[in-house]
């Protein structure tokens, strides 16, 4: 995949401060305080769950929402789980911020090129944001997922579609403040797959502030001499 275009999406400043507060609440859970939330595989609903627990003591409307969808000519049918955050300003409407703490796996493919693996790491670890500003990364990373793809003569897969990664968030979705009682009492499952996840989140956070605090003095310096614009969360490349 040739390197082509730079591309920079956009955060507002309510996104960016949300985003601040979900890593600093991330980098405060530990292991011991996963609990089973569900029978079988977890899948990290227990870090979710320990995330909204803690957004909602900071005063947010948050909650896990799960969506479930079926099969349609070749978008296949499967189910997702996120958080979001409903904010309501002064006229009463409210906005819906999704959360995704494991954002980069749903663009993982099979021999991916090293223009790829670049794009694929400089996307946000923890996704923050609307589904607007969501909809934009989910067409650029399709598409250079395709490039990557096509550079090894293979076809794009149907879970690594646009209309399926869609499906992931537009789906109608239920929303859940705390576990349900019954699915505690019958869980389980060993923890040591999550805990792996937790420590990986911590590893990767800690890299992207640290990279992001080193582009301060950068970024500073720039905006003294360009006209001042909206913070941008994410910098890069399609092709």
């Given at each position: 995949?040739?390197?082509?275009?730079?591309?920079?999406?956009?955060?507002?400043?309510?996104?960016?401060?949300?985003?601040?507060?979900?890593?600093?609440?991330?980098?405060?859970?530990?292991?011991?305080d996963l609990h089973s939330v569900k029978?079988?595989?977890?899948?990290?609903?227990?870090?979710?769950?320990?995330?909204?627990?803690?957004?909602?003591?900071?005063?947010?409307?948050?909650?896990?929402?799960?969506?479930?969808?079926?099969?349609?000519?070749?978008?296949?049918?499967?189910?997702?789980?996120?958080?979001?955050?409903?904010?309501?300003?002064?006229?009463?409407?409210?906005?819906?911020?999704?959360?995704?703490?494991?954002?980069?796996?749903?663009?993982?493919?099979?021999?991916?090129?090293?223009?790829y693996d670049r794009v694929l790491n400089s996307l946000p670890?923890?996704?923050?944001?609307?589904?607007?500003?969501?909809?934009?990364?989910?067409?650029?990373?399709?598409?250079?997922?395709?490039?990557?793809?096509?550079?090894?003569?293979?076809?794009?897969?149907?879970?690594?579609?646009?209309?399926?990664?869609?499906?992931?968030?537009?789906?109608?979705?239920?929303?859940?403040?705390?576990?349900?009682?019954?699915?505690?009492?019958?869980?389980?499952?060993?923890?040591?797959?999550?805990?792996?996840?937790?420590?990986?989140?911590?590893?990767?956070?800690?890299?992207?502030?640290?990279?992001?605090?080193?582009?301060?003095?950068?970024?500073?310096?720039?905006?003294?001499?360009?006209?001042?614009?909206?913070?941008?969360?994410?910098?890069?490349?399609?092709?």
């Amino acid at each position: 995949m040739v390197m082509s275009q730079f591309c920079k999406i956009s955060a507002d400043q309510y996104e960016s401060d949300l985003l601040a507060v979900v890593n600093s609440l991330l980098l405060s859970i530990h292991e011991r305080d996963l609990h089973s939330v569900k029978s079988g595989a977890c899948n990290a609903s227990c870090i979710r769950f320990s995330l909204v627990k803690l957004l909602r003591r900071s005063g947010y409307d948050a909650a896990v929402c799960t969506t479930k969808w079926q099969g349609s000519g070749k978008v296949p049918g499967g189910d997702h789980e996120y958080i979001d955050v409903v904010s309501y300003n002064s006229t009463a409407t409210s906005e819906r911020l999704i959360i995704d703490i494991d954002f980069r796996s749903h663009f993982e493919i099979a021999r991916a090129v090293d223009s790829y693996d670049r794009v694929l790491n400089s996307l946000p670890v923890v996704y923050v944001g609307s589904l607007t500003r969501l909809e934009q990364f989910l067409k650029i990373m399709v598409e250079a997922a395709r490039c990557s793809l096509k550079q090894n003569s293979m076809p794009l897969p149907p879970w690594r579609s646009l209309a399926y990664l869609q499906a992931k968030w537009h789906s109608p979705y239920q929303r859940q403040f705390s576990p349900d009682e019954q699915d505690i009492r019958r869980a389980n499952f060993d923890h040591k797959q999550c805990s792996g996840h937790l420590k990986r989140l911590h590893s990767l956070l800690q890299s992207e502030i640290e990279a992001e605090r080193l582009l301060k003095p950068i970024n500073s310096d720039n905006n003294r001499r360009l006209k001042p614009e909206r913070r941008r969360h994410s910098l890069f490349w399609t092709g």
